[in-house]
């Protein structure tokens, strides 16, 4: 077998090495059209996971790897001249020249053909005469572009500038340094990766890098400006470089890896960003995965569709995460008023991959002092804290998400919202919040969706407030809305968003456009009166709300609802006062706002609910979401749900857990307003992270409450808190402690007697 190797960084030699190793008749040639120690950067952070997957495939390597290692334990958050250290996380790092020197080494023991300082032929010309081509030519690949419309690479750029530096400032410890100068926040990751020496990437918001003129200077006065910046920092040591150069990080997605004989490999096929230590990591373990499933497939093509099947969804996970530690970062100035020890949890958890329990497991220490800061009782779980919005104390920070159940008859809430929600305030939540609860007939989405349009309907919801009062601790929320051009559909589970195959009514819209063109009708574009009329309707329905005893209500200005589609500017398409700049798409439904807050009594809270982005482009941006936000909250909003998307149909989600959460996080932390976050949150750690962090005041679940109406109260039993912000109902206190399963890992019995020696 003939194989071609394209690029010698560590991933393509470490591909070569282990391909021979397991088949020494292989003729494996690797192209690299620099010198043996040509590399940028310094150090190499690898994980033990990965160390692991290395010492069983090749113990040599490994052995010389290990002999090279620098390890420490610590994590060093310097802000606002204190240091707050994090201990027990467990990294190794090694000179990057050195890790080359040992994979050079292997592959010429074991014969691999090292061509360094060649630029090997095009993949398409060696595919022709070799059975594989491994291209592992780096994030700019050259093989990637020629093939681009078979591997159709998405490539999504970034708003900081970094460059990566090397220093002499002996460090122990993993440094975050975050440095507040007069051009704005920049932020230094340091490590070790061996005596002496360590590496230093300095990075910062491209408008931070211009104003601070690095664009006009080259590496070497780029080095002094970073070191007098960090001066204080580097305690007089110096920096250098290594070729170094700013760039921009580019996130790179294939759509595919593989193409004919040729296969892509580490950064050719998908980058994380330096933040999270990746790059190389996920290089050599794409390497390990495509020497197993060659030699474990009868053919190559078979090899390498087992390949992409194993790493696509490692590499998926690692770049969701790499992508929310990097806008972390984007975004670092928001948090720099955050108390240092929050600051420090915030940065550590950024990535969403290592959680509040995770550091109670590696730092009980330092997860408490935080949780102290955060102003928790002893023996408490943040999420079980209690907070106060408006003139409402919430015993604690779960919220039961709105969740449309289609199961009303004629807009009137029956046994089954009773049993619902009052099945779910009985679960321990500080807040239970009804499904999108129509302002008349016309606004309902399906023919089950609940209303609050007339007296009828104004009793039945006061039956499931009564029953939520009467026997929970919970306070229950009243969610308004209008189904705009999203209306008259068949129930969710007869066709989400299909029209009704009979008996369907008119809709209405800022604008008439209809959701799905050629399926949904076009709706009416709402004149004046209509506008009046629906607004009028809206304060009927708050009145009628009050009245039913909701101890909340939220104005529903999201998921593409007729308030949310004024808000969005590919769904306002108006040319008067309601339409046209954000300015005049905000108008209407802050008129609706202010409308309801006049008859919704003052001493109850009113929140919003906005889609902060549409997933689409042309659509509601980040920005704009938090104008939008600054804009009710100005209006008298007690908090902002932040919720996406759901405006269009042809929207891209960039889906994930927490996903939607950065939205809510830069709303409260920019503009000091409450904030509901919700979007795939899913665990009590989730939300005890989020909570710590700073990057949310409560937390709404919706799928977690199907799956577990119980769902608080189950999160305090395995959290072993029982104090007032959790209380069982007196009927079910005995099921409070996790019942008693079968065990496992019992004593065998024994079965024979044994008397003599055996035979």
């Known amino acids: ?68 290692f620098t390890r420490w334990d610590d994590i060093d958050v310097h802000v606002r001249g204190e240091v707050v250290t994090s201990g027990g996380h467990g990294f190794a790092a090694l000179d990057r020249r050195r890790l080359l020197a040992i994979l050079h080494r292997r592959c010429r023991d074991l014969g691999v053909d090292l061509r360094l300082r060649q630029a090997g032929p095009a993949a398409a010309e060696l595919a022709a005469s070799h059975d594989l081509v491994i291209a592992a030519d780096g994030a700019n690949s050259a093989t990637r572009t020629a093939h681009a419309d078979v591997f159709r690479p998405r490539l999504t750029g970034h708003r900081c500038r970094y460059i990566w530096l090397g220093t002499d400032l002996p460090l122990n410890a993993f440094r975050f340094e975050i440095a507040e100068t007069e051009y704005g926040v920049m932020q230094g990751h340091a490590y070790p990766y061996r005596d002496g020496a360590a590496t230093f990437i300095v990075e910062m918001r491209e408008d931070v890098w211009l104003r601070a003129g690095f664009d006009r200077l080259d590496e070497a006065e780029s080095i002094a400006r970073c070191e007098k910046l960090f001066a204080g920092c580097l305690e007089g040591h110096a920096l250098h470089g290594n070729r170094s150069r700013w760039g921009a990080f580019t996130t790179v997605v294939n759509e595919r890896w593989s193409h004919g004989r040729t296969v892509l490999l580490g950064d050719a096929a998908h980058t994380a960003h330096f933040s999270i230590g990746s790059g190389t990591k996920l290089a050599m373990e794409d390497a390990l995965a495509l020497a197993a499933c060659l030699q474990e497939q009868p053919d190559v093509p078979s090899a390498l569709t087992a390949y992409e099947t194993e790493r696509r969804p490692v590499v998926e996970s690692t770049q969701r995460a790499a992508r929310a530690s990097l806008e972390w970062f984007e975004q670092v100035a928001q948090y720099t008023g955050q108390p240092p020890l929050q600051f420090a949890f915030n940065l550590l958890t950024r990535s969403r991959r290592v959680t509040h329990d995770n550091l109670r497991l590696r730092d009980r220490a330092f997860t408490d002092a935080v949780e102290r800061e955060f102003g928790t009782e002893p023996a408490t779980p943040p999420m079980f804290t209690p907070f106060r919005l408006g003139g409402l104390t919430l ?13 009303a008859v004629e807009g009137t809430p029956g046994d089954f919202h009773l049993v619902h929600l009052g099945a779910r305030a009985l679960g321990g939540a500080g807040l239970v919040m009804t499904e999108m609860v129509c302002v008349s007939a016309q606004g309902r989405i399906t023919p089950g969706c609940a209303g609050l349009y007339t007296d009828e309907h104004e009793t039945a919801w006061r039956r499931v407030t009564d029953f939520a ?19 008259s559909t068949r129930l969710m589970w007869e066709g989400i968003d299909e029209p009704l195959p009979d008996g369907n009514w008119p809709l209405v819209a800022p604008s008439p456009l209809s959701y799905r063109p050629g399926v949904n009708q076009v709706p009416a574009e709402l004149d004046a009166a209509g506008l009046a009329a629906v607004r009028e309707q809206f304060t009927r329905a708050a009145a009628r709300g009050a009245r039913a005893g909701f101890d909340l209500l939220e104005l529903h200005c ?7 589609s ?12 309601y339409g046209g700049d954000l300015a005049g798409r905000l108008r209407y439904p802050l008129e609706v706002f202010d409308a309801v807050r006049a008859v919704w009594p003052r001493d109850r809270p009113m929140t919003v609910r906005i889609s902060a982005t549409d997933w689409a482009p042309g659509g509601t941006t980040e920005d704009d979401a938090v104008a939008i936000a600054r804009a009710f909250a100005a209006h008298g909003a007690d908090a902002i749900d932040v919720s996406t998307g759901q405006v269009v149909a042809d929207e891209r989600p960039a889906y994930g857990r927490s996903y ?5 996080d830069r709303i409260r932390n920019e503009l000091g307003v409450p904030v509901i976050a919700v979007g795939a949150i899913s665990s009590w750690d989730d939300v005890n992270s989020l909570l710590l962090a700073g990057r949310t005041d409560l937390c709404a679940l919706a799928r977690p409450h199907l799956y577990d109406p119980n769902w608080t109260l189950h999160a305090a039993a395995e959290q072993e808190y029982s104090g007032a912000a959790a209380r069982w109902p007196r009927p079910y206190a005995a099921g409070s402690r996790r019942p008693p399963t079968g065990r496992t890992d019992a004593p065998k019995p024994r079965l024979t007697l044994r008397t003599g020696p055996a035979e």
């Open 1 to 68: 077998m003939r194989i071609a190797v394209i690029g010698g960084g560590p991933g393509g030699l470490y591909a070569a090495a282990l391909l021979k190793r397991l088949d020494p008749a292989r003729e494996i040639t690797v192209w690299e059209r620099g010198a043996p120690d040509d590399t940028f950067g310094f150090g190499v952070v690898l994980s033990d996971e990965t160390l692991g997957g290395i010492e069983h495939a090749d113990p040599v390597v490994f052995r010389a790897l290990q002999a090279e």
């Open 566 to 577: 004024f808000l969005s500017p590919l769904t306002n398409r108006r040319t008067d006062a």
């Open 558 to 564: 999201a998921h593409g609802y007729l308030l949310s």
């Open 469 to 487: 009062h009467a026997q929970s601790s919970a306070a229950i929320g009243l969610q308004l809305g209008h189904s705009g051009r999203k209306g």
């Open 395 to 407: 015993r604690n920070r779960v919220v039961v998400s709105p969740m449309d159940m289609y199961s």
């Open 660 to 664: 939607q959460t950065p939205y809510a």
